[in-house]
């Protein structure tokens, strides 16, 4: 449905709208249906809703976690990669030019709110959890499921420009949790103040919501060797959905030949692999295990040490 700040409010009749909201202001309206919105879409029951982009803040934390582990008679210890995490912090307001839209804004506040609960089913007159309450998160193309990006992957610079955009589909969100939610009804602001549509009933003119988000992603994340030994991101419109005219998303050659000189290794490591000061000197490590090389050889490829 698209936004209007008046549709709460509506009489019928040539003079319609009540008297505080003729003077309403309708451009957050219209930037809103042109599709600049925060949407959540809500895995259990398919409801969608969608705010206005009022942002406050918008921060992503990528975390790569390793298990370090200190060896005796090395300075540095050894990591073993575990995984890497990601987290969001949204932050946004939903400001009312209108009574309708403080209501409506209050109502849409209210449905965030329910759904960060999960679906029960009554087994035997007991009620047990069904299904926990995940939720797609879509903030324009700066937040989306990966996979949902419109973009030409090849052609003059202007052309994967011009043909980058995302379709502002709440199902199209990236999927995961929220952790935690604030709301802030503002009642304290005296700078803003509240609407008071009747005896004991107010509306808040704005509202602040603070989210923390995890997703749980649908693609594979990482890098594998493709064609001609060239490493490809398994999914190279994460987490954008940009390209690169110059060929972003595709590495170079970061693999060692089967049976490199010790010049072709030197050369290798250095441009491709992570130094590893170790008390022997001259280490790296391999970037398809991991783990460190513990010399070098003439002939055929290095022998990683085994880490667990």
Not at 150 to 167: L, R, W
Not at 208 to 235: M, Q, S
Not at 286 to 292: H, I, K, N, R
Request: avoid cysteine; proline fraction near 6%; aromatic fraction near 12%.
């Amino acid at each position: 449905m698209p936004f209007d700040h008046t549709k709460y409010t509506q009489r019928p009749g040539p003079n319609g709208l009540a008297p505080t909201e003729q003077l309403a202001s309708p451009h957050s309206d219209a930037y809103a249906n042109m599709g600049f919105v925060i949407s959540f879409y809500h895995m259990i029951t398919g409801k969608e809703l969608r705010f206005k982009a009022f942002l406050t803040a918008l921060n992503e934390t990528y975390t790569p976690d390793y298990a370090s582990e200190q060896v005796f008679g090395r300075m540095d210890s050894i990591h073993t990669y575990k995984g890497t995490s990601r987290a969001i912090s949204l932050g946004f307001k939903i400001p009312a030019a209108s009574l309708s839209e403080a209501y409506e804004n209050l109502a849409k506040t209210q449905a965030l709110i329910q759904m960060q609960y999960p679906a029960y089913t009554d087994v035997q007159n007991a009620l047990t959890i069904a299904q926990a309450p995940l939720i797609r998160i879509k903030v324009m193309n700066i937040i989306s499921d990966a996979r949902h990006y419109t973009q030409a992957n090849q052609g003059f610079p202007y052309d994967i420009y011009d043909s980058y955009k995302t379709e502002d589909n709440a199902q199209y969100g990236l999927l995961g949790i929220i952790d935690s939610l604030t709301i802030d009804h503002q009642l304290a602001n005296d700078d803003i103040g509240v609407f008071e549509k009747a005896n004991n009933t107010l509306l808040p003119k704005s509202i602040d919501v603070n989210l923390n988000f995890k997703p749980l992603h649908e693609h594979t994340g990482g890098w594998k060797v493709g064609e001609n030994g060239i490493f490809d991101f398994a999914e190279q419109s994460f987490p954008y959905g940009t390209t690169d005219a110059g060929g972003s998303g595709v590495a170079q050659e970061t693999y060692i030949p089967s049976n490199p000189t010790r010049a072709e290794q030197d050369s290798q490591v250095s441009d491709t692999m992570v130094a590893f000061s170790g008390l022997e000197g001259g280490e790296s490590y391999d970037p398809g295990t991991g783990a460190p090389y513990i010399e070098y050889v003439d002939q055929g490829p290095p022998i990683p040490e085994t880490i667990k």
